[in-house]
């Protein structure tokens, strides 16, 4: 698969003024995304998502580093053309309806009237506003505003979606109705880039992810190879034994539910303990393997304890 | 030609503020109560309708230009309304030239409304055309094209409040700046007549575009002066749209 965003040591450092230090937010970060993939951007607050993305998109000028959308630089405006972006918190014109609003956007696209008319209706509905084109922006709720934010990105029909924290604003039917445009995008061929502190929704959906920590990236992957090597221990339940032999078998135990729950710690022999069980008249109801989640993998890169 | 939905934009931007429309009624309602005072006044009635009926359509075009101008970058900035913009496939100086024609459309329309009704009420109240009104406006359609820029110019990196201050000011010294030649003799040193002669340079002078004496009292206007004023507005709204240009190209939006 072809490379259709590669970023390669990008710097940017914010200038200070008389009151303010000059502030490096990115200190070379190097990443590239494959066609059709859903990458994920992770990090916590003021690591550097936005800055990045918003160097992407030709908001920022970088210091140093370079960008390709599509083999073309990011600061040739025709790179533009290949990605569609939905900013972080977006607020649009307020006097403006919903068609109004997409009907401008689709003008700066060049677009023709008979193609901005026709997938906008597609767009409203596949984002849940049809029927409320002729509402005007003012009266739209948060997480109603990034809906049609994510209907003015897709309107040229790019092939990567460019979108800043989006889950943001969004309840949980929301949430999982852009998980659904994603995947459906996805199967489209379409290639989406997308910023997150939510890790549940970035586990959930994203093929690759880079964890971004103070201006660098601390890790990055398939989301599959970064989570597979990292089982942890196993969590054995059983019953009918008793507690005394139980406690002879493994010291850590709790009882929930009529059950026993054994979670091992690393080095120990889950086969043994499994027999020992068994042997002393004790049933296995299941045993887990309990793998690292992405959570632990970005506290740990955080340098916290879960 | 996506920059021509900037233009668009921007006039219905505009047009949908209260703003406008609160300035364009108080013009037109001025224009109107020059009725009145012409009624009130001794002495010849249609030059004051036509000296308080011009002046309330400059005064309030002015106001138009200034306070639709100071937001015009700003504000886009401000809500980051400029992120979905800037990012699709149109150029910085597309975006800054589509606010500069979207204005100066929006203060046109105003300016041909409010001329439109003047000079139907005065040949209503007069019984008779003056076609000299027209070159009137279109000399004040040309300052206020300048003004425009000059607030673009500082909506560009400032904020409102004191881009209104600074465009006012610069507005009130353009009036005044034909003064200098009167009084430069009194510079002294060199230095200083250079250095003042550089600022009187850099600002406008927008005594160019008086002619409402003329128009009032009916003396013809030299066609020189209308050539000088159309040459002087190119020249100087270009100087202003590069420099803006220049500032706009290198701003960063976090």
Redesign the interface.
């Known amino acids: 698969m072809s490379k259709v965003l590669e970023v390669i040591d990008l710097k940017k450092t ?1 200038r200070s003024n008389f009151l303010i230090k000059s502030f490096p937010a990115l200190t070379g970060i190097s990443f590239s995304v494959e066609q059709g993939d859903i990458y994920g951007f992770l990090g916590p607050n003021g690591a550097g998502k936005t ?1 990045t993305i ?1 160097c992407i ?5 970088p210091n140093a580093g370079s960008i390709r959308i599509n083999g073309e630089s990011y600061d040739q ?2 790179s ?2 290949h ?1 569609g ?1 939905l ?1 972080e ?5 307020d ?2 309806t919903a068609s109004e609003f997409l009907f ?2 689709g ?4 677009m023709s009237m008979s193609q901005i008319t026709e997938r906008s209706r597609e767009l409203l509905k596949l984002v849940g506003l049809a029927g409320k084109d002729s509402i005007p922006l003012r009266k739209f709720s948060k997480g109603m505003l990034q809906r049609v ?1 994510l209907a ?1 990105s897709m309107l040229q029909d790019p092939g990567i979606l460019i979108l800043d924290e989006p889950f943001s604003g969004l309840d949980p039917v929301g949430r999982k109705e852009l998980r659904d445009i994603i995947f459906a995008e996805k199967e489209r061929g379409k290639t989406i880039f997308f910023s997150s502190h939510i890790l549940q929704d970035v586990e959930m959906i994203a093929d690759e992810v880079a964890i971004i920590v103070k201006g660098s990236i601390a890790r990055q992957g398939k989301l599959s190879e970064l989570l597979s090597h990292t089982i942890e221990n196993h969590e054995i339940v059983v019953t009918e034994i008793s507690e005394k032999m139980l406690a002879e078998i493994h010291s850590g135990f709790i009882f929930k539910d009529g059950h026993y729950l054994l979670r091992l710690g690393l080095g120990e022999n889950t086969n043994e303990i499994v027999e020992s069980v068994i042997h002393n008249g004790g049933r296995i109801v299941s045993v887990t393997p309990i793998k690292k989640t992405l959570e632990d993998i970005f506290l740990q890169e955080l340098g916290e304890e879960k | ?2 920059w ?3 233009v ?2 921007t006039l ?2 505009a047009i ?2 209260k703003i406008f429309y609160l300035l364009f009624f108080f013009g037109l309602f001025f224009v109107f109560s020059s009725r009145i005072i012409g009624l009130l006044t001794i002495g010849d009635q249609t030059k004051v309708i036509k000296d308080v009926g011009l002046a309330s359509i400059n005064f309030f075009c002015v106001l138009i230009a200034i306070f639709t101008g100071i937001n015009l970058v700003h504000k886009e900035i401000d ?3 400029i ?9 910085r100086d597309q975006f800054i030239l589509g606010k500069f024609l979207g204005l100066l459309l929006t203060v046109g329309i105003a300016l041909a409304s409010m001329a439109t009704i003047f000079i139907l009420f005065l040949v209503l109240t007069t019984g008779k055309f003056e076609a000299s009104l027209l070159l009137y406006f279109l000399m004040l359609f040309m300052e206020l094209a300048i003004l425009i820029s000059i607030s673009l110019l500082f909506s560009s990196f400032s904020t409102p409040i004191l881009s209104s201050i600074f465009t006012i000011t610069i507005y009130l010294i353009g009036q005044i700046t034909w003064t200098y030649n009167h009084f430069k003799y009194l510079l002294k040193t060199p230095l200083t007549r250079v250095l003042t002669d550089v600022v009187y340079y850099l600002l406008p002078n927008l005594h160019k575009y008086n002619v409402k004496n003329e128009i009032v009292l009916g003396t013809p206007v030299a066609i020189g002066q209308l050539l000088v004023a159309v040459g002087y507005s190119v020249l100087y709204i270009g100087c202003i749209l590069f420099a803006t240009l220049m500032i706009f190209r290198k701003r ?3």
């Open positions: 914010y800055t918003k998109t030709g908001l920022i000028k405006v025709s533009r053309r990605f972006y900013p918190s977006p607020y649009f014109y006097y403006l401008f956007n003008r700066l696209l060049n934010g003015q | 030609m996506n021509k939905a900037i668009l934009n219905k931007e949908r503020n809500k980051k309304t992120y979905t913009i800037l990012s699709k496939p149109i150029s960063e939006f976090q």
